[in-house]
Every structure is written in structure tokens, then in C-alpha cells.
Antibody
Framework: QLQLQESGPGLVKPSETLSLTCTVS??????????WGWIRQPPGKGLEWIGS???????YYNPSLKSRVTISVDTSKNQFSLKLSSVTAADTAVYYCALGIASSSYYYGMDVWGQGTTVTVSS | EIVLTQSPATLSLSPGERATLSCRAS??????LAWYQQKPGQAPRLLIYDASNRATGIPARFSGSGSGTDFTLTISSLEPEDFAVYYCQQRSNWRETFGQGTKVEIK
């Protein structure tokens, strides 16, 4: 069974770039049915989709974050990554990575989630 | 961007009661809608995908229905472990959004 684990700094300074990696264990992430996403949750608030990357390499981002976000995948390492530039205190949140099953003709949601990692933006 | 509006914000019920949660989309999302359960300090868990299909290992008391813009998650008889926050999520034109959540609390 696939398991996901986020890793990266828990504290990032304002204006710097937040970088997180999601490592997948228990199997290969290299399947044409898979897609990989990042979601965040500010303290006491709801879930916010950050963006997703599909097996084809196509990426899709939340329009409100698009200018600052880059998501990439390295199937040889069973990892995918998130970079969020020019962070402010508003980017303080629990960041989750997730894996789902979807294509152009079906969408089965995000079935496997990491435990989440807390990132605080502060000087 | 498609907006998902969940109602009610909070649902106060007793164990054994039926819970009905609503999710309305600002425009049609076909059946590309999923439901998640989140408990404090935990990651969300996929309950329902494609509007009405239960994910692996999800008890039969959870059911989803709807298509287009109006969707419902029903918990037929609440168990103590079902008190949590529930989110709907959609994908349209490859972009995804979440609803703001419905908290199911013990009355």
C-alpha cells in the first residue's frame, strides 16, 4: 500500500521560497492513472488546493497562487515536490501531499495523503 | 474558478441519527466530485469519488449522490467515529477546489 511523507523546512523567512518534497513508499508512483497534488490548510481553516501534476507532466495550479508555485515529479526517485516563492505570513499552514487517480475522462479524487507538515513563515 | 458551497456549516446530531450534507457548485462539474472526512490533527480521508462511489474500505453507511451542481453526502446512522469535518472537492477543466467544510458535531 502506498504511503506518502512530506519533508522540508518547518520555518521559512518572509520573501523566501518554501520547498517541500513528498516521498512515496510501498510501491511505484509511475502509473499513467496517477496524479499528484499539494493541498494546504491554514491554522483553524479549511483545505486549499495548491496544484496538481499529471503523469503526462502537465501541471495545473490554483489561480490565486499560480505566479508563485512550481510542482514537479521525479518518478525515478518516487518523489514529487512543491516550490512556493515570495512567501508571506499568509502562507503559514499545514501542507499535505496527496496522490489520486484521474485522467481526462475520469476523476477519482485524492486517495492517499501524507500526514502533513507544518510550515511557518516568520522572520 | 468553480466555487463549492457546503451547507450547513455545522450539523448537531446524536449517534444513530441520519446526517445529510449538501455541496453546491457554482457551475456544473458533471460527476467529478469527491467527499473527504477530516478529524482533528489528521489528514483528510477520501470517502466518496465520482459523486457516488465509495472509496476502498469506506463503510456502507456513507453514500453520495448528485450530479451537475447539487450533491449530497448521507451518513445513514452516525457512529461515534463519524463526528468530524467533511469537505467536498471538484475538478473542472483540470482545476480543483474544495468546499469550506461542514462540521458534524455531537448534540
Amino acid at each position: 500500500q502506498l504511503q506518502l511523507q512530506e519533508s522540508g523546512p518547518g520555518l521559512v523567512k518572509p520573501s523566501e521560497t518554501l520547498s517541500l518534497t513528498c516521498t512515496v513508499s510501498g510501491g511505484s508512483i509511475s502509473s499513467s492513472s496517477y496524479y499528484w497534488g499539494w493541498i494546504r490548510q491554514p491554522p483553524g481553516k479549511g483545505l486549499e488546493w495548491i496544484g496538481s501534476i499529471y503523469y503526462s507532466g502537465s501541471t495545473y495550479y490554483n489561480p490565486s497562487l499560480k505566479s508563485r508555485v512550481t510542482i514537479s515529479v521525479d518518478t525515478s526517485k518516487n518523489q514529487f515536490s512543491l516550490k512556493l516563492s515570495s512567501v508571506t505570513a499568509a502562507d503559514t499552514a499545514v501542507y499535505y501531499c496527496a496522490l489520486g487517480i484521474a485522467s481526462s475522462s475520469y476523476y477519482y479524487g485524492m486517495d492517499v495523503w501524507g500526514q502533513g507538515t507544518t510550515v511557518t513563515v516568520s522572520s | 474558478e468553480i466555487v463549492l458551497t457546503q451547507s450547513p456549516a455545522t450539523l448537531s446530531l446524536s449517534p444513530g441519527e441520519r446526517a445529510t450534507l449538501s455541496c453546491r457548485a457554482s457551475q456544473s462539474v458533471s460527476s467529478y466530485l469527491a467527499w473527504y472526512q477530516q478529524k482533528p490533527g489528521q489528514a483528510p480521508r477520501l470517502l466518496i469519488y465520482d459523486a457516488s462511489n465509495r472509496a476502498t474500505g469506506i463503510p456502507a453507511r456513507f453514500s453520495g449522490s448528485g450530479s451537475g451542481t447539487d450533491f449530497t453526502l448521507t451518513i445513514s446512522s452516525l457512529e461515534p467515529e463519524d463526528f468530524a469535518v467533511y469537505y467536498c472537492q471538484q475538478r473542472s477543466n483540470w482545476r480543483e477546489t474544495f468546499g469550506q467544510g461542514t462540521k458534524v458535531e455531537i448534540k
